[in-house]
Structures are given as C-alpha cells and as structure tokens.
C-alpha cells in the first residue's frame, strides 16, 4: 500500500511540474538531456552526444566562429582559401596525407570528407566508422589538426591557388554579375556585401603568405571554436579524446575583437532593377526585414511554431493558384525564416509568365494582403496544425531511430546561434500542450506584424531582351502600397472525408512463398499482380514501396511521343482520384504518405512511402492511379502553359549551359527525334486528353506489374489491405515488355566544340560507351573504375596541375533496352588548359589500360564501399532499390547481404583488363564548350 501512495504521489507531482511548465513559457528551453556540453580551459566548447543509428559510426564536426565576414581588405576570399589549405598539409599530416589516411578507411574526399565557408562560419565535416577505438583516436587527431595545425607550406598556398580560382571560375555567369549588384541592396550597405566567401580572384592569386597566416592565427583559436560530435561510441571516451587533443591549444596573447557584424535596419523601401543577357527569366524578390527572433524561451518556441503555421497557410493558397488554367505566375512564394546576421525576413518570390512582371508581382502581393485585410480561416489553421503535430509525432516514433546526421547539424547550429536542441520528449510534449492553444486570432495578428511599410527590400532581375518592357524601381514601390484593392475574403472549400469511391473486393492469394535467408515473402494474387515483402526495423513508422511494370513509353509511336512523355505530369496535376490536387493536398493535412506515378522510356512505376498509421491511405492512392485516373482539364492546361513560358524564355535567352547540355543531348541520342531537347513547339504537340489515357493505359493491368514493399510492418496484419487495394485491382492476365527504338550514342570518334557565352570558363565532357554483357561482377567492375579514374584524376588535374576544382568520372550501366555501359568523364576549366587537360585525361586513361589501377586507389574504392555496404544493410531504401531492380532483372535476391564478396574479385589485373576491354577509344566522344569568339 506504501508503495501505491507513493507511486501515486509521485504521479500527481509530474502532473503539477508538467502543468506548471505548461503556464509559464518565460522559461529558457532545456537543452536535450542527452547531450553533454562542455567548455575547456581555454574556451573551446563541445557538445557529444551518443546516438546509435547508425551503428558503429559517428559524425564529428569542428564549428568556427569565423567566415569571411572577418576578412581584412586584403583577405578578401582568405577565410575560405584557408579551409582548403586544411587539406593540403598539417603538422602530423603533411602535403595530401590526410585526405590519404581518410579514404583508406572508407572516407571519401568530396562525398563524405568536406567543409564548408560562410560569411559567419567555418565548419569541418567528418563522418567516421567507431569499430575500434584507435580509429576513432585517430580521426579525433584529424579535427585537432584542423582546428590549429595547419603547415601553410608556401609551394602548397601556391598550389591551390589555381584550385580556388577554378571553383572561383565555375561560379562566374549571370548569377554571379546579378549578385554583384543585387547584394548591396539586400544587405543594405552593410560589410556583408563585400564579404562574400569566395572572394576576389585578384587576392586570391596574388594574396602574400602573411595574409592567409594572419587569418589562421587572428580566428582559427579556441575560443571560437566547437567540436561536435554525435554517435555510437563511449561518451567518456569521447570527452577524453577532446580534452586530449584539444585541451592543449592556445588562444593567441592578444585575441583580436570577434566583432559581430550586422544588417541594419534603415527602415523605408528600397527597390533595384537588375537585367544581364544570359538571365532567361523574369523574377522579384521581396523581403520584408525583421529583427532575428531567436528560440531562447518556450514562448519563442510557441511563436515560432506559429510563423511555421503562417507558411504552410500562405504556401496552400499560392499553390492552388497554380492549378488554373491560366495561372498568374511561374512560381510563387511567401516564406518567413531566418536571413542573415542579426535579421529574419518575410520573403516573397514570383516568377513571372513572360515579362508580365506586375501580375506576377501583384498577384502574391494580393495574397499577403488577403491575409492582412481578412485574415486566415479556422479550418486552414486546424489543417495547418495537423500538419504540424503529424511531423513532430513521426519525429518522435523514430526517437530511437534518428540518424546521427540530424543531431550533428542541429547542434552545429547551436553553437553558431547561441541556442539549444531540445529533445524529442519535450518537442512532444510542448505540442500537446500548446498547439491547441494558438489561436486564429493571433496567427491573423502577426500577419500583421510580418507584413509592414518599413524595411522592405524589392529587387526585379530579369532578362536584358525584356529590359524595355519591365517596370522601373520608381513603378515597383508604386505597386507595393497600391494592392488589394479588389481582393475579397478567402473561401475554403470543404475537406473531402475519403480518397476512394467504393472499397474494392478483395482480390485472393494465390501463391505464397517464403525466402528465410532474406526474410522476404513473395505473394502473387489472382489478378496476377505480385507483391514481395520485406519487414524490418530499421525505422519504426516507416514503410516504402515500389512498383515496376515494362513497356513505358517505348510502345508508342513517334507521333504520340510528347503525350507519353507529358503523361505523368497531366496526372500529377489532375490530383488523385476524384480530388483535384488542391482538394488532396487538403485532405492529406496531417497525413504522413505520398505516392507518385510515372511513365519512362522502357517502363512505368509507381513508388510512395507512408507512416504505418497512414498505410492504408497509400494504399488507396496507388488503387486510384490503376482504376480512376480523371483529368482537370484546367490544371493541366495551366501547367502546360507554364512549361511552354518558361521553355520560350529558354530559347529567346538560351544559356551557356542550355546551350552545352543540348548540344550534348543530340549528340548522345545520335538525332534521334525522342533525344531532341524539349522546345516550346514541341509543346504544342502535347494534347492533356490523350496524355490522360495514355498514362491510363500503363495502369490498367495489375497482372503486369510486381511491387516491393520494406519497412515496419507485419505480414499477416498487412495481407487484407494489400488483398483490397492491390488484389482489388483489375488484371488481364497479360504481361508486357518494352520496344527497343535503338536511341544510343554514335559509333566511332566525336568531335564538337560548343561556343556560348562571355565568361573565361569552358566545360569538357569525354565519353566512352558500348556494349557489355550483363552481370553484376562485371558492372561492379565498370563502376569501381570510374570511381578509381575519379580518384586518380582529383589527384592529378585538381592536386598537381590546379587546373580543375572538382572533376567527375563515373561508369555506369544499364540492361534495358540493351546492355549497354557508358564512362563519362567531365570538368570545368580554362579555356587555355582544355587541351593540356584533356591530354593529362588520356594519359592517366592509358597508364591503367597499361597497369591496371594503383594497388592504393583500390583500396580506397574497397573501403568506402564496404563502409557504405555496412550502412545500407540497415536502410530501408537500400533494401527497396536492391530487391525492385533484381526482381525487375530476373537476378538472385538472396545473393544481396553478400554482394560484397564481388569486391574480392577487384585486383590491379582486373582494372586493368576491364581499361582495355571498355576504354579502347574507337567509341569516344569529346564536346568541350568555349567562350562566343569576341
């Protein structure tokens, strides 16, 4: 009895805390109790956390407080040269041999090993394996030495200068010229529009070394700093490694003021025009400017939970506008977020249809007005709200299940915005306590507070072939105060209460068999459809699927081509079933599942994924696609209108990279009329009618397709849903395969230079294809040389020559409608080191033809790839991508848990037969894009 009066009391005392904690939301948030934060002596903090998912790995982050906003005038790009150079040798890790020592144990530089510079920020990436704790040691090692160790060898600062330049090259183009304008207006005059983090090529080419040595030594220190890391590991360990390596860093004697720079808020309006001739669209931005709102206190939480319910509102009425038949822009937006520095803003962006840049202006301007003059509904609210708890719900089932990547970047942003991380139990809590609460009336009153006559900044970019027809500055102020004359109050229609007509009868069983080695089960039902089953618990309310059918749009004809390529579209748009899209995207308001539909070259599928709790709603969207397929005719012309405008636009200002991308495209398709770029007149040709009952037609037999389904689900409670919807569907017993239209690459040697655009930058692109015989060995083999040329090509163009930033190889294969593999190899350069690049490409191409691949670079391949393998295991949407595209080939499934036994097979030999066999060059194509002669 002792023991129940005390439980008893124990039980009215949390309801007393939890409703005190309900009422006063002046507290400060707590930080997630599972996270240890910590500062050491000399003011570096950290903040670990142990998180087993996924096992045995762990992401590590190094945050420093400084980005180029720190810049003197003559670092201008320093703050992000000096990331660089944390790569190109450390105390303990000279030249390249950190990037080395990564990769081998399954690191790979660019994909996994990475960094990032802001105005504000510098953060180091490192996601690790945690199996033996000398690793882990080590890698711990790696983030000390960025943090203070860097060598800054003046033959390496020379070195990747020419790297840096190159990333500085890519980056050059209308956007570039656009920003260099647009910048100082949106940030108002303030530092941050002459600090942008890559800086001016002038100082980075000519930079002396003290420059780059000032930066590290004035901001790379302890005080600015925070190693995060999140986990499977021992969190005392953990403590112990980040005291060990990082405990014995100095601050400098006389640290230099961290000056925290801001946007200030001048008030008023200001409005720019910005046009440059190689921007193909026309496009506004609004921002209404506001003092950063930080969540420091649970009222800050509530009040932020109520700007996220004032999106999703304003983004529902945006889009519905879209579903006309004529809608008003291209795309329309109206967010609030954080900025930059010290400020929030309202941003409002539109598109506009041509060079009718007031309706598209006007029309999101009429939106926010409605909402400022009438406010938002309740039942717009109680969907917004379902919406939200749903997200916050789902969070909390995956509790246990969260992967690291989630935390680490949550408390990175700890650290830079001086807040907390709650943890999912009080997120969880605080919305069953407060959301309810969140009146329509308040959300109506800060509408108000969002949308104001002071400190707005309206910027117009837009195409230099358009400049005479679009508004001046002085006429887009005019527009912003002269809205919302007409506008009336906003008529929510009522919500749909179900997404099928009639339950179908279910359809039988017919086979059933049980694969225990994988833990799959394979049914098939009388009207032939198969489905195969694979449960897991590598998340707890998650279930995905997929379905495959052959065919796709290969069987139709040349003159119906453009209706089976839009087909998916139309019945996107349309919605689902008898809800038109605006009414699903209502109806699914706090449902967790999405389904979507499509029609290929050789196939048709339809894929989705859904909480467990909303399995049956999927369920129900995939029956419709099969059975009641009905089109919007507005909508679907709306939809075709924007796409041919914002093709039009293309055309009449065609970029360097259309340009290029087009040109690549006839040349891969060899002509072919279903190769061709899509144009605006092509358009034309695309009849909503037809498309509609072509897509119909890919779904109308069950008996052709067969669907996968992974995740957390239990077989025997699943069968009378799967037995409705997918048994319920109509089969013909027939089966279907696709047309093989022989669209491949041209044979023999290609040759062809593209010439657009101003800019010093060129783009090279090298291919090699043919055909091969199908089978996994070999397409493991293909695709470990791609990734090893990938290897030994950022070695040499990127680390030796510093002629290329990032290039890219990669060997692929593909079985339908023909075996067939292709190695492309491509980058971005100078045009004056096209041909010494293209040269170097080739030689490394016939040392491996010659050698085989170098022993070290195979085991970098081998490593990532059992490291990924040991992951994907454990995935849900690796188990789905493995069984869908075995099943779909006819391959073995039970062979997937020990594919990595093909890595075996990988030898310097095996390289090199495979160079020889698939790189012989009598298939090869070269297409380099230069700049227009002057």
């Known amino acids: 009895m002792k023991r129940l009066i005390y439980h008893l009391g124990l039980l009215l005392l949390v309801c007393q805390v939890t409703f005190a904690q309900q009422l006063n939301l002046k507290e400060k948030l707590p930080m997630d109790p599972s996270v240890k934060v910590g500062k050491l002596k000399n003011g570096l903090t950290y903040y670990i956390r142990k998180n087993v998912e996924p096992k045995n790995r762990a992401q590590l982050r190094l945050v420093i407080k400084a980005g180029s906003i720190l810049e003197d005038d003559d670092q201008r790009g320093l703050a992000h040269f000096m990331e660089h150079m944390d790569f190109n040798g450390t105390k303990n890790f000279p030249k390249n041999e950190m990037v080395n020592f990564l990769e081998k144990n399954g690191i790979q530089f660019g994909a996994d090993l990475n960094a990032y510079t802001s105005f504000d920020e510098t953060v180091y990436m490192l996601p690790v394996p945690t199996d033996t704790l000398a690793k882990l040691d080590k890698f711990m090692m790696v983030l000390s030495e960025w943090a203070a160790y860097a060598t800054l060898d003046h033959a390496e600062i020379d070195k990747e200068r020419g790297v840096v330049l190159e990333e500085s090259r890519l980056r050059k183009g209308a956007q570039s010229r656009i920003q260099e304008k647009l910048l ?90 910005i046009t440059d001739k190689e921007q193909p669209y026309n496009m506004v931005q609004l921002y209404y400017l506001q003092p950063e709102k930080k969540q420091i206190t649970a009222e800050n939480r509530r009040e932020n939970i109520m700007t996220s319910l004032f999106n999703s509102m304003i983004s529902q009425r945006l889009q519905e506008l879209m579903q006309k038949a004529d809608p008003p822009y291209q795309f329309g937006s109206s967010n609030y977020s954080s900025f930059l520095g010290n400020l929030d803003a309202l941003t409002v962006f539109a598109v506009a249809k041509g060079a009718d840049v007031e309706k598209a202006l006007k029309t999101v301007l009429d939106e926010n007005e409605r909402v400022s003059k009438f406010g938002f509904t309740e039942s717009e609210l109680q969907r917004a709200k379902m919406q939200y708890k749903s997200g916050v719900e789902k969070q909390y089932k995956e509790k246990d299940k969260t992967d690291s990547e989630n935390f680490v970047e949550e408390l990175v942003g700890c650290f830079l915005n001086d807040v907390v991380m709650t943890d999912i139990e009080y997120d969880n809590q605080f919305i069953n306590q407060h959301l309810e609460g969140i009146k329509l009336a308040e959300i109506n009153a800060l509408v108000k507070k969002l949308i104001t006559k002071e400190n707005r900044v309206l910027a117009l970019i837009g195409s230099e072939k358009d400049k005479a027809s679009l508004p001046t500055e002085a006429q887009l102020k005019g527009w912003l105060d002269n809205t919302g004359s007409k506008i009336t109050a906003y008529v929510d229609e009522a919500v749909a209460t179900s997404l099928v007509e009639k339950k179908p009868n279910p359809g039988k069983i017919v086979s059933e068999n049980k694969i225990e080695e994988i833990g799959v089960t394979e049914i098939v039902f009388e009207n032939g459809l198969k489905v ?23 069987l139709y004809e040349d003159a119906d081509f453009m209706n089976a390529a839009f087909s998916s579209m139309i019945a996107s748009t349309s919605g689902n079933g008898n809800l038109k899209a605006s009414a699903l995207s209502k109806f699914m308001s706090g449902k967790v599942a999405q389904v979507n539909a499509s029609v290929g070259g050789t196939s048709e599928a339809i894929s989705g994924s859904s909480s467990v709790k909303d399995f049956e709603t999927a369920l129900q969207m995939v029956y419709n696609r099969f059975t009641n397929n009905k089109l919007d005719p507005e909508a679907a012309k709306g939809a075709l209108a924007n796409q041919k405008d914002f093709m039009q636009n293309m055309e009449k200002t065609p970029t360097p990279e259309k340009v290029f991308n087009d040109s690549v495209q006839v040349v891969m398709g060899n002509g072919a009329y279903r190769a061709q770029p899509m144009t605006s007149e092509r358009m034309t040709k695309v009849d909503p009618v037809k498309a509609m009952k072509i897509f119909s037609e890919r779904f109308n037999n069950a008996s052709d397709f067969e669907f996968t389904f992974v995740g957390n689900f239990d077989i025997e409670k699943i069968k009378p849903l799967l037995a409705t919807y997918l ?188 160079a020889n066999k698939y790189l012989s060059g009598e298939d090869f194509i070269r297409i380099v894009l230069l700049p227009e002669d002057k």
């Not at 090529?201 to 780059?212: E, F, G, L, S, W």
């Not at 195969?532 to 290969?554: A, C, M, V």
């Not at 290039?807 to 294969?813: C, Q, R």
């Open 184 to 273: 100082p207006v949106i940030f108002r005059g303030s530092r941050y529009a002459q600090r942008l983090p890559i800086g001016l090529d002038d100082i980075i080419q000519n930079a002396p070394y003290d420059a780059v040595k000032r930066f590290h030594k004035d901001w790379y220190r302890p005080n600015l700093q925070a190693v995060v890391a999140v986990g499977d590991f021992d969190p005392a360990q953990m403590e112990e490694m980040i005291t060990k390596y990082f405990g014995g860093i100095q601050n400098p004697a006389k640290p230099k003021e961290r000056v925290k720079y801001e946007v200030p808020l001048k008030g008023g309006t200001e409005a720019i025009v």
């Open 532 to 554: 195969n089953l694979k449960p897991t618990d590598f998340k707890n309310d998650e279930i995905k699927f997929r379905g495959n059918s052959w065919g796709g749009n290969s």
């Open 727 to 914: 048994g319920g569907i109509p089969g013909t017993q027939k089966k279907e395969t696709f047309r093989d239209l022989n669209i491949v690459p041209p044979s023999g040697k290609i040759s062809k230079i593209v010439k657009k655009g101003t800019e010093d930058k060129a783009r090279v692109l090298l291919t090699y294809s043919g055909k091969y015989t199908p089978n996994e060995a070999e397409e493991l083999q293909i695709r470990a040389l791609g990734d090893i040329l990938n290897i030994k090509l950022t070695e040499k163009l990127r680390e030796e020559e510093s002629g290329v930033y990032s290039p890219f190889v990669g060997g692929s294969t593909n079985r339908v409608p023909m075996p067939r593999y292709m190695f492309r190899i491509g980058y971005g350069c100078s045009p004056a080191n096209v041909e010494k690049l293209i040269d170097i490409t080739l030689k490394e191409i016939e040392k491996i033809k010659a050698n085989g691949a170098e022993a070290v670079d195979i085991e970098k391949f081998v490593s990532k790839q059992k490291l990924d393998f040991q992951t994907n295991l454990k995935n849900n949407d690796f188990w789905l991508g493995s069984l869908s595209t075995k099943y779909q080939n006819g391959d073995r499934v039970v062979t997937i848990p020990t594919e990595d036994k093909l890595l075996d097979l990988l030898t310097v030999e095996s390289t090199k037969a495979t």
